[in-house]
């Protein structure tokens, strides 16, 4: 069943190319249009919205900080993201003119539900994005978008980001276009350059061996930090959270701005951290920022592995060890900046002998809140 592979993470990861280029299939009419499957929502209930949330939990919650910026940036409209434990019990203000997105690989996480029911109660209306048919968050949602993922076995989730943040900027794409602040060209531009990520996520899954290598190098590490800013911030976050739930070390992503607020102080000579850096066309200022944070990190003697664009040739005198992807749009870089996360936690957990895709303490779907 793990056709070859070690793992069914490692078999997830590989898998990732077809699932993102499933997700994307057939959403776009001849109209140029974006299509979402379920819709009981009307385009004027659309242009209705006037505040978006983002309910979800561990990976998932990860892939709204990410939907966060994109659709802020395209549609306009305000966006927060919470954590669907904590939603309902802060009493948010939520109305008829309120979009909630949930988003769930499994459709049956207890705390995203009760999330979902609590913004149904106040009238909100509800689109779910999910990998699962049929299952309970999609049933009780006003729309749905399935991500076509196909199943997840590990429970550490890979293939089921990548789609989630697929699906998301689909989202982003068709709230844009229906309130009509992208034009359809615009939109098409944007979709065009999702549906060169596939191919882009097959020839980085080539170039994984030094990671793999890293990772055995890694395997004794006391802590290993991640750092990143704007959408590469999600993307720290969501690698330390890989590597706590598989390697069981401590790991912890943190805003690269923020490090010098306080958390700076836990690097020492040798401390990994790993840097998510931000492409340097369109946005050179983003870029810019990282280097001198990599620049500050390594005066202190951190180890740095650094993610950066192909052909960012200004970071590669700060890099212990440079990891490249495949250049995107900025928006669109965490569908490459993840992968080698995903294998360097996978490689460290399985140099440590744990077990890759049944890590202890965990299930794959959890249904108490
Ligand atoms: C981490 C992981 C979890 C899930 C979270 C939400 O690798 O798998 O953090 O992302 O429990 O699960 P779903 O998406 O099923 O609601």
């Given at each position: 069943e793990k056709g070859g592979y070690d793992y069914f993470m490692l078999k997830e990861i590989d898998e990732q190319p077809r699932a993102v280029a499933e997700t994307l299939l057939g959403r776009l009419n001849d109209a140029g249009q974006i299509v979402l499957d379920e819709v009981r929502l009307t385009d004027q209930d659309l242009r209705d919205v006037d505040k978006?949330?983002?309910?979800?939990?561990?990976?998932?919650?990860?892939?709204?900080?990410?939907?966060?910026?994109?659709?802020?940036?395209?549609?306009?409209?305000?966006?927060?993201?919470?954590?669907?434990?904590?939603?309902?019990?802060?009493?948010?203000?939520?109305?008829?003119?309120?979009?909630?997105?949930?988003?769930?690989?499994?459709?049956?996480?207890?705390?995203t539900l009760m999330a979902l029911r609590h913004a149904k109660e106040q009238k909100a209306r509800v689109l779910a994005v999910c990998n699962t048919n049929g299952s309970t968050i999609p049933r009780e949602s006003?729309?749905?978008?399935?991500?076509?993922?196909?199943?997840?076995?590990?429970?550490?989730?890979?293939?089921?980001?990548?789609?989630?943040?697929?699906?998301?900027?689909?989202?982003?794409?068709?709230?844009?276009?229906?309130?009509?602040?992208?034009?359809?060209?615009?939109?098409?531009?944007?979709?065009?350059?999702?549906?060169?990520?596939?191919?882009?996520?097959?020839?980085?899954?080539?170039?994984?061996?030094?990671?793999?290598?890293?990772a055995n190098d890694l395997r004794d590490a006391s802590t290993v930090l991640f750092i990143g800013r704007h959408v590469g911030y999600p993307v720290a976050l969501e690698g330390a959270l890989k590597l706590k739930e598989l390697a069981y070390m401590h790991a912890e992503g943190f805003a690269a701005g923020e490090l010098k607020h306080g958390s700076i102080a836990l690097i020492d000579q040798g401390t990994p951290v790993v840097c998510v850096v931000p492409s340097p066309v369109g946005r050179g200022v983003l870029h810019d920022k990282v280097v001198s944070n990599i620049q500050e990190v390594r005066a202190r003697?951190?180890?740095?592995?650094?993610?950066?664009?192909?052909?960012?040739?200004?970071?590669?005198?700060?890099?212990?060890?440079?990891?490249?992807?495949?250049?995107t749009p900025t928006l669109l870089a965490p569908l490459m900046t993840t992968v080698p996360l995903q294998v360097l936690a996978c490689g460290i957990a399985a140099a440590r002998g744990n077990d890759v895709d049944q890590p202890r303490n965990l299930a794959k779907s959890v249904t108490v809140e």
């Open positions: 978006i949330f983002i309910v979800a939990c561990g990976t998932a919650y990860h892939a709204g900080l990410v939907t966060k910026y994109a659709i802020e940036h395209w549609t306009r409209i305000p966006c927060e993201v919470e954590l669907a434990s904590e939603f309902r019990y802060r009493d948010p203000v939520l109305d008829r003119s309120t979009l909630v997105v949930a988003i769930s690989q499994s459709g049956e996480t207890m705390d006003d729309a749905v978008l399935y991500t076509h993922g196909g199943p997840e076995i590990a429970v550490a989730s890979t293939k089921a980001f990548l789609t989630q943040l697929t699906a998301c900027y689909l989202v982003g794409l068709h709230l844009a276009q229906v309130r009509g602040v992208m034009f359809a060209d615009e939109v098409a531009a944007v979709v065009e350059r999702l549906q060169r990520t596939p191919d882009q996520l097959t020839a980085l899954l080539a170039e994984m061996g030094p990671v793999r290598q890293l003697g951190a180890r740095t592995i650094v993610i950066a664009e192909e052909g960012d040739e200004a970071v590669a005198a700060y890099a212990d060890h440079l990891i490249r992807v495949p250049r």
